[in-house]
């Protein structure tokens, strides 16, 4: 089974992937994008940093802009990557991009780690360019990824000419990445602000905090209802459904730990404080480590 390998059919968001895994032109990997807003929901229009494209396009520099990148073994049309979607465009206006990377449908997932820093460079081109072409705000700018795709995150923080508001690690995936060398995946330093939410800590995922606030859900290493999870897919794939019912619904209060070791033993008291897992104004005032209850 595969990291995020999720046992469920994707929505057809009405856009054709095209390309397949592993491909590449002029050596580079395969990156797609896909915009979404208020007037093109369900359909999306693919991408470019092209001026004549994006004029051709629902794109409106005015409003808050956020990336939501995929994992290893996944497609932009996966119902994880378009929960995400669809939640904030409920939330009103929004430029909602979608990276589709191509290199992530490859079966050798070491392969698929190796092509995470070229696609957050490719990233991190497309966000520049819209800086500087089209003025875009940076602190409108957050970039959400889920498991593999939480580390293209932070090599798109990184590669940006300037830092982008907010990270969303939605359980950042942890094979063949080292707590020790930040600078080889998503780390604090990759924005603004940078929020993990961790649900198969040590299994498929790190369970260690990854920047400036980090949440554990139940605990952090297993799910509730993911009783016969060998693999640990099944919570893995939960910190991106909590990450779309926080931003549609706010429903996550946390309790502040002293530690992680102590969100991971729910052993942080019984009181709620002021922040909640994934509120859209955590940058403002979340740090340190949380227990995030789950019934």
């Not at 952090?220 to 893995?236: R, V």
Request: contains cysteine.
């Amino acid at each position: 089974m595969s990291l995020d390998e999720l046992h469920i059919i994707g929505f057809n968001l009405g856009a054709h992937v095209a390309g397949f895994a592993g491909k590449k032109v002029n050596g580079q990997p395969v990156v797609k994008y896909y915009l979404y807003t208020k007037r093109n929901p369900k359909r999306g229009q693919q991408f470019s940093a092209s001026t004549t494209n994006i004029k051709s396009t629902n794109f409106n520099v005015n409003n808050p802009t956020r990336f939501v990148i995929h994992g290893w073994n996944q497609r932009y049309t996966d119902r994880v990557i378009v929960d995400i979607c669809k939640a904030w465009l409920s939330r009103g206006d929004h430029n909602v991009i979608i990276v589709d990377w191509a290199h992530a449908r490859t079966i050798n997932y070491r392969k698929a780690t190796r092509a995470v820093p070229k696609v957050g460079k490719a990233v991190a081109s497309l966000i520049n360019f819209l800086k500087v072409e089209l003025k875009m705000s940076l602190e409108q700018v957050h970039i959400i990824g889920f498991s593999l795709g939480a580390h293209v995150a932070g090599f798109a923080g990184k590669n940006n000419d300037d830092k982008v508001q907010v990270i969303m690690g939605l359980d950042p995936a942890l094979p063949f990445f080292s707590w020790d060398t930040p600078s080889e995946r998503l780390c604090q330093n990759d924005a603004f602000y940078v929020e993990s939410i961790h649900t198969s800590g040590g299994k498929l995922s790190f369970l260690k905090p990854i920047g400036d606030a980090a949440f554990y859900p139940n605990g952090g290493k297993k799910q509730p209802n993911c009783d016969f999870d060998l693999t640990g897919s099944c919570s893995h794939s939960r910190a991106a459904k909590y990450y779309a019912e926080a931003v549609e619904d706010g429903a996550f209060p946390a309790m502040k730990c002293d530690d992680y070791e102590s969100a991971v033993n729910n052993d942080c008291g019984a009181a709620y404080g002021d922040i909640s897992m994934g509120a859209d104004d955590n940058d403002k005032k979340a740090e340190g480590q949380f227990y995030v209850p789950i019934v």
